[in-house]
Protein backbone atom coordinates (compact mmCIF):
# COMPACT_ATOMS: atom_id res chain seq x y z
CA UNK A 1 0.00 0.00 0.00
CA UNK A 2 3.06 2.53 0.87
CA UNK A 3 4.25 1.68 -2.59
CA UNK A 4 1.19 2.94 -4.11
CA UNK A 5 0.65 5.81 -1.76
CA UNK A 6 3.97 6.80 -3.04
CA UNK A 7 3.60 6.38 -6.91
CA UNK A 8 -0.05 8.32 -6.21
CA UNK A 9 2.38 11.08 -4.79
CA UNK A 10 4.60 11.18 -7.31
CA UNK A 11 2.22 11.76 -10.05
CA UNK A 12 0.48 14.30 -8.08
CA UNK A 13 3.16 16.54 -7.98
CA UNK A 14 4.02 15.40 -11.70
CA UNK A 15 0.30 17.06 -12.22
CA UNK A 16 1.26 19.81 -10.35
CA UNK A 17 3.67 20.85 -11.78
CA UNK A 18 2.50 20.27 -15.30
CA UNK A 19 -0.37 23.38 -14.62
CA UNK A 20 2.54 25.55 -13.34
CA UNK A 21 3.54 28.20 -15.73
CA UNK A 22 6.95 26.94 -16.99
CA UNK A 23 9.02 30.18 -17.28
CA UNK A 24 11.03 30.95 -21.00
CA UNK A 25 14.05 31.87 -20.56
CA UNK A 26 17.43 30.52 -22.44
CA UNK A 27 19.31 30.89 -19.19
CA UNK A 28 17.62 28.38 -17.26
CA UNK A 29 18.97 25.70 -19.68
CA UNK A 30 21.41 23.70 -17.37
CA UNK A 31 24.98 22.60 -18.61
CA UNK A 32 23.95 19.32 -19.18
CA UNK A 33 21.03 20.31 -21.40
CA UNK A 34 18.42 20.06 -18.80
CA UNK A 35 15.47 22.65 -18.87
CA UNK A 36 15.57 24.19 -15.31
CA UNK A 37 12.47 26.17 -15.45
CA UNK A 38 10.66 22.78 -15.90
CA UNK A 39 11.75 21.11 -13.36
CA UNK A 40 9.91 20.64 -9.68
CA UNK A 41 12.86 22.18 -7.21
CA UNK A 42 12.70 25.13 -9.44
CA UNK A 43 9.53 25.80 -9.79
CA UNK A 44 9.07 25.05 -5.77
CA UNK A 45 11.37 28.12 -5.35
CA UNK A 46 14.31 25.37 -3.23
CA UNK A 47 16.47 25.70 -6.71
CA UNK A 48 17.91 28.59 -8.68
CA UNK A 49 18.69 26.51 -11.49
CA UNK A 50 21.62 24.98 -12.70
CA UNK A 51 23.51 27.92 -13.74
CA UNK A 52 22.79 29.95 -10.81
CA UNK A 53 23.48 27.11 -8.03
CA UNK A 54 26.84 26.91 -5.96
CA UNK A 55 25.93 24.51 -4.10
CA UNK A 56 25.79 22.25 -7.40
CA UNK A 57 30.36 22.54 -7.15
CA UNK A 58 29.90 18.81 -7.12
CA UNK A 59 28.39 18.50 -10.80
CA UNK A 60 31.84 17.40 -12.83
CA UNK A 61 29.53 18.76 -16.12
CA UNK A 62 29.02 22.11 -14.48
CA UNK A 63 32.71 22.74 -13.68
CA UNK A 64 33.98 21.80 -17.12
CA UNK A 65 31.50 23.88 -18.61
CA UNK A 66 32.60 26.62 -16.72
CA UNK A 67 36.22 25.96 -16.74
CA UNK A 68 35.67 26.34 -20.41
CA UNK A 69 33.71 28.99 -20.91
CA UNK A 70 30.69 27.31 -22.80
CA UNK A 71 26.71 27.92 -21.85
CA UNK A 72 26.19 24.09 -22.08
CA UNK A 73 27.96 21.17 -23.63
CA UNK A 74 26.86 22.24 -27.00
CA UNK A 75 29.15 24.01 -26.79
CA UNK A 76 31.82 22.16 -26.70
CA UNK A 77 34.57 21.74 -29.08
CA UNK A 78 36.49 18.45 -27.71
CA UNK A 79 33.63 15.80 -28.34
CA UNK A 80 31.27 16.09 -31.41
CA UNK A 81 29.14 13.70 -29.81
CA UNK A 82 28.03 14.33 -25.87
CA UNK A 83 28.05 10.55 -25.24
CA UNK A 84 31.86 10.26 -25.81
CA UNK A 85 32.36 12.44 -23.00
CA UNK A 86 33.49 10.91 -19.82
CA UNK A 87 31.83 13.53 -17.52
CA UNK A 88 28.78 13.88 -19.33
CA UNK A 89 28.02 9.56 -20.49
CA UNK A 90 29.19 8.48 -16.43
CA UNK A 91 27.64 5.32 -14.36
CA UNK A 92 25.26 7.73 -12.17
CA UNK A 93 23.89 9.45 -15.39
CA UNK A 94 23.06 6.58 -16.98
CA UNK A 95 21.08 5.14 -13.95
CA UNK A 96 19.49 8.74 -13.16
CA UNK A 97 18.43 8.71 -17.36
CA UNK A 98 17.24 5.59 -16.97
CA UNK A 99 14.83 6.08 -13.82
CA UNK A 100 13.77 9.31 -15.25
CA UNK A 101 13.44 8.64 -19.02
CA UNK A 102 15.56 11.02 -19.24
CA UNK A 103 17.57 11.54 -22.80
CA UNK A 104 19.79 14.93 -21.91
CA UNK A 105 21.81 13.76 -25.09
CA UNK A 106 18.85 14.24 -27.17
CA UNK A 107 18.88 17.96 -25.34
CA UNK A 108 22.28 18.92 -26.33
CA UNK A 109 21.08 17.82 -30.08
CA UNK A 110 18.83 20.10 -30.57
CA UNK A 111 20.11 22.53 -28.87
CA UNK A 112 22.99 22.05 -31.39
CA UNK A 113 20.76 22.04 -34.29
CA UNK A 114 19.03 25.00 -33.58
CA UNK A 115 19.91 27.35 -30.37
CA UNK A 116 19.52 28.24 -27.11
CA UNK A 117 16.66 30.66 -27.37
CA UNK A 118 14.58 27.45 -29.98
CA UNK A 119 15.42 24.85 -27.36
CA UNK A 120 13.65 27.47 -24.49
CA UNK A 121 10.65 27.67 -26.57
CA UNK A 122 10.21 24.46 -27.27
CA UNK A 123 10.97 23.31 -23.73
CA UNK A 124 8.59 25.57 -22.31
CA UNK A 125 5.62 24.81 -24.85
CA UNK A 126 6.20 21.29 -23.75
CA UNK A 127 6.78 21.76 -20.45
CA UNK A 128 9.56 19.51 -20.33
CA UNK A 129 12.69 19.08 -18.55
CA UNK A 130 14.56 16.97 -20.76
CA UNK A 131 13.91 15.33 -23.23
CA UNK A 132 12.05 11.45 -22.86
CA UNK A 133 13.81 8.62 -23.99
Same mark, same amino acid.
Given at each position: ???????? =??? =??????? &????? &??????? $?? !? =?????? !?????? +??? !?C????K????? *????? *?????????????F +? @??????? $?? @??I?????????? &????? *????????????????????M? +????
Open positions: MKRYQKMT =LNK =LEEDNIM &NKEVI &NDENMVA $YC !G =LYCAAC !GKFQKG +SCP !GVKNEAAWCK *IRTCC *IENGYKSCADCKE +S @NVMDCKK $YN @NFSKVLGFVFRS &NRAAC *IAMIKEGDYKKYADYMTEHKQ +SMRR
